[in-house]
């Protein structure tokens, strides 16, 4: 399934994990209310470059502090809505964020089941999965991509040690910039 970063054009879509891709993911806590939420510097770069490069872009997350009684959904509808006023006056663009608040692991919505890439395809019927790329920071991201027929790209914000070659990841950045750096060329 391995592909080449130039075979990228127009018509493809992009899959992002939201924390430890485009914000500071809480170790061993969830980010529950907009004051918490810390983007990335460079994930703000790179949003604008990737919104010339993808016709689609959306965001697939875990919430389980949801399911956990941790924060509410109004919580994450604020998030989410400060996050895409901001990354929109950055220029970059996220055209839906599709969430799993489930708690049980085997949860067919929850990553790394490919649930809410279906989601995505039922939303914009134009995806084509073998011409999708899911970015992530975690392995479940890249079982998630593998398991709905996706290109892969792993972001070592959170994880370093991950092992690279990997079955699982096509490709290895140290962050979103890095990768939306590398369409440039």
Not at 124 to 135: E, G
Request: one cysteine or more.
């Amino acid at each position: 399934m391995n592909f080449k970063i130039q075979d990228i054009s127009s018509n493809w879509t992009l899959f992002l994990d939201r924390d430890g891709v485009i914000n500071v993911e809480k170790n061993e806590d969830y980010v529950k209310t907009w004051e918490e939420f810390e983007f990335y510097t460079n994930s703000l770069l790179a949003l604008p470059i990737l919104a010339n490069k993808f016709s689609t872009i959306v965001i697939t997350t875990n919430q389980k502090g949801i399911g956990r009684g941790l924060m509410s959904e109004t919580d994450l509808h604020d998030i989410h809505d400060n996050m895409l006023e901001t990354i929109t006056l950055h220029n970059g663009r996220i055209d839906h964020i599709f969430y799993c608040k489930d708690v049980d692991n085997n949860s067919p919505n929850r990553k790394p089941q490919p649930g809410m890439a279906f989601q995505a395809k039922e939303k914009f019927p134009h995806i084509d999965f073998s011409k999708s790329i899911m970015v992530g920071n975690r392995i479940s991201d890249m079982e998630f991509g593998r398991n709905a027929g996706l290109h892969t790209v792993f972001v070592a914000t959170t994880h370093p040690e991950t092992s690279f070659p990997d079955p699982r990841i096509d490709y290895r950045f140290n962050d979103l910039l890095e990768f939306a750096n590398s369409l440039l060329v």
